[in-house]
């Protein structure tokens, strides 16, 4: 349930209705919006049935909630979040761009994409240091090693970093290099690793999962803003469906809907998304005209001998030409690249 307070409620109206809800056993979340406050009302389902909060003076009404997902509704929450990554915002006028290899695989590798990346005026490096690859005998990646690359590269250029988490005892060890968790579409409902990031002090990319519907997704995001890490960015990177010259069909009307659904900045990748570069500029494109906070991009210097998704990576001269295209299309939108 949510209690929409009116605009003229005093500070004692708002403490005597959180007196009330936690008398029931109940827990509260208050959000000060700019015009109204709300207090979402969370536990167990029979007790907030049997609440009554509408007489109470200055409460203006209260909403019965059919989802389950409360933290991450845009009802609790009106406005716009912006997750904070050390002073880059995520979710404001500004579209971030995270862009690198899919795999850290050298150090000179990451430094030649790092240095593209920034120049076409990404804010965030990305590369993966721990792999889920589909088969065992493909490259796994290269653990604490590839960390530091991304630490020491992205230093370098200035640069922020966002890299794979896959397990949860590797909170430490990958938060120590780490600037955004990036937690991957196979452990979207990995509720252990979940649950440790809701303890997290940084900021959580969640992918939607490999087959998963909007309302899973949420709910797991969801799962990380219950353990009280509110810093959450979702990130559409294409679901399965019966469509096979794409590695994915990108759902970009996902964008739309967690924009109706949710606070929370959502980002697309459009790499995984499609799985063919030459898709990827479009779809790039597209996704910013349709309202994304960013986009999440596979760079490579040199695709054709990538230790994974080479196919999907763009060069970094074709990362300059879109970087250009999308401060056009950010401009209609009044937005910035
Ligand atoms: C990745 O970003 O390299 C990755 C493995 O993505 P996903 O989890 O979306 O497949
Ligand atoms: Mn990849």
Redesign the pocket.
């Known amino acids: 349930m949510i209690i929409v307070m009116s605009p003229n409620a005093t500070k004692e109206n708002l403490e005597k209705v959180v007196k009330k809800v936690e008398a029931a056993g109940l827990r509260t979340h208050i959000s000060e919006g700019e015009e109204v406050t709300i207090v979402g009302v969370i536990g167990d389902k029979k007790k907030i049935a049997n609440l009554e909060m509408n007489m109470m003076d200055g409460v203006e009404k209260t909403v019965r909630i059919t989802e389950k997902y409360k933290l991450v509704s845009r009802n609790f929450h009106p406005e716009d979040t912006i997750v904070d990554v050390d002073g880059v915002k995520v979710g404001g006028k500004q579209i971030v761009v995270m862009a690198g290899p899919?795999?850290v695989e050298s150090v000179e590798q990451l430094r030649e994409a790092a240095k593209a990346v920034k120049a076409g005026g990404a804010q965030f490096l990305?590369g993966?240091a721990f792999?889920?690859r589909t088969s065992p005998y493909d490259f796994q990646g290269l653990a604490e090693d590839g960390l530091k690359m991304l630490r020491q590269v992205a230093d370098e250029e200035g640069l922020k970093v966002v890299t794979?988490i896959v397990d949860k005892d590797d909170m430490e060890l990958v938060g120590k290099y780490a600037d955004i968790y990036?937690v991957?579409?196979?452990?979207m409902q990995n509720f252990q690793l979940l649950k440790a990031l809701g303890k997290a002090d940084k900021p959580v990319m969640l992918?939607r999962g490999l087959s998963a519907t909007i309302s899973e997704w949420l709910n797991a995001a969801e799962y990380i803003m219950a353990g009280g890490n509110e810093r959450v960015i979702l990130?559409e990177?294409?679901i399965r469906t019966y469509e096979t010259f794409t590695r994915n069909t990108l759902d970009l009307s996902a964008v739309a809907a967690v924009k109706e659904l949710s606070h929370l900045p959502i980002i697309v990748?459009p790499?995984?998304g499609t799985g063919r570069w030459q898709m990827v500029q479009p779809m790039a494109r597209a996704a910013v005209a349709a309202g994304c906070d960013g986009l999440?991009i596979?760079v490579h210097p040199h695709p054709e001998v990538a230790l994974?998704?080479g196919d999907q990576s763009l060069t970094p001269k074709n990362f300059n030409r879109l970087m250009e295209d999308l401060g056009k299309i950010a401009a209609v939108m009044e937005r910035t690249v």
Not at 184 to 187: K, Q, V
């Open positions: 899919c795999s990305r993966g792999k889920p794979e990036q991957g579409a196979r452990n992918k990130c990177r294409g990748d790499s995984h999440i596979e994974s998704d």
